[in-house]
């Protein structure tokens, strides 16, 4: 009994017939177009951006665990209560909206803006690309800035500058159900996984029914009890002191190399790059032999590492014998270790 099968098989109790097929078909499409891949290209679209910017990231996880702890069943009061989660959502919608244009036309003959003169019943597309990152209407237009959806910055936007669900009459039906879905979606997730852009992946943007990232894969690992951190009650907009605090690695690369044979070394070099990337750093978790001679130079380097009495670790033997031969003279000069 779900929604194909009522619309197959229900009776309509006036005239006594069934739904048309090609009424089946019209619905199918709809709720396959504006009911699911627009949702997903948004949620695709908005962890590209987490992973772009990991001190959002580390906001939105700090208000699930504060709001969601542990495995919290959440409930409609509780996703409403979100607010770092529905900013993202909105920056994301500005910057890739799924549904790049919507389409007008006059009801009467008219000129916008004083310039174009329009007859009654034109078509006219209007492209949300530009409109969402015209300079006139956006601070730094093309940066991702979860700010900008605060109250009081939203109260001096233009009403006119931000439309990904279309506008008037026949604007989208259900943007409260999406919006209310990808909170859900979005939180579940950031709830119980952790996730990694391995790969680097530079956007590359696939149209077909809707628009999304093709080919954007990401390493997804369940999140572990010691990797959740609660925040209180503390107020998570970016302009908080405490939340700053929780962020204070934005910018910083940190480079987490581990030496291990049974594993213990390596679980706890995990534990410290999943802290870094919650706090904003930009991290990279590598063994030491993978590490080899690429000492970085810029941000942060830890290394993990036990003996087995007296030798190395079987990933870090290599890197053992390269330090045995003697590192070249200054190649520590601008490493910084703990």
């Not at 009911?35 to 939105?60: C, D, I, K």
């Not at 993202?88 to 909206?97: G, H, K």
């Not at 009654?120 to 690309?129: C, D, S």
């Not at 706890?268 to 000492?295: K, Q, W």
Request: net charge negative.
């Amino acid at each position: 009994e779900d929604l194909l099968g009522l619309m197959l098989e229900a009776i309509d109790p006036e005239t006594g017939k069934l739904l048309a097929d090609d009424n089946v078909r019209d619905q199918v499409l709809t709720f396959l177009i504006a009911g699911h891949e627009t949702t997903s290209g948004l949620l695709s679209f908005a962890t590209y951006s987490l992973m772009r910017n990991p001190h959002v990231l580390a906001q939105a996880y700090a208000e699930v665990d504060r709001l969601l702890p542990g495995d919290t069943v959440p409930d409609y009061d509780t996703i409403m209560k979100l607010d770092v989660i529905p900013r993202i959502l909105d920056e994301t919608l500005r910057l890739w909206a799924p549904i790049p244009a919507f389409g007008k036309a006059p009801l009467e003959d008219t000129v916008i803006g004083g310039r174009y003169q329009l007859k009654k019943g034109t078509r006219v597309n209007i492209l949300e690309g530009p409109l969402h990152t015209h300079p006139k209407a956006w601070e730094r237009p093309e940066e991702f800035d979860i700010d900008r959806w605060l109250p009081e910055n939203r109260a001096q936007q233009h009403p006119h500058a931000y439309k990904p669900f279309g506008n008037g009459l026949r604007a989208c039906i259900g943007r409260q159900f999406a919006l209310t879905e990808a909170r859900l979606a979005l939180a579940l997730v950031l709830q119980k996984l952790k996730f990694s852009d391995t790969s680097d992946y530079k956007m590359d943007v696939k149209e077909a029914l809707t628009r999304k990232p093709s080919d954007f894969k990401l390493v997804v690992r369940r999140r572990q009890e010691h990797q959740r951190t609660v925040f209180g009650a503390v107020d998570l907009r970016t302009d908080d002191t405490q939340a700053k605090a929780a962020v204070s690695g934005v910018g910083v690369n940190l480079t987490v190399a581990y030496g291990s044979s049974l594993g213990s070394c390596e679980d706890l070099a995990r534990t410290i790059a999943d802290r870094g990337e919650r706090s904003g750093f930009g991290t990279t978790l590598t063994s030491l032999d993978e590490l080899g001679d690429n000492l970085p130079t810029e941000g942060l380097l830890v290394v993990v590492a036990a003996s087995y009495n007296g030798k190395a670790p079987d990933n870090a033997q290599r890197f053992d014998d390269r330090i045995a031969a003697g590192l070249p003279a200054g190649s520590l000069s601008n490493v910084r270790l703990a």
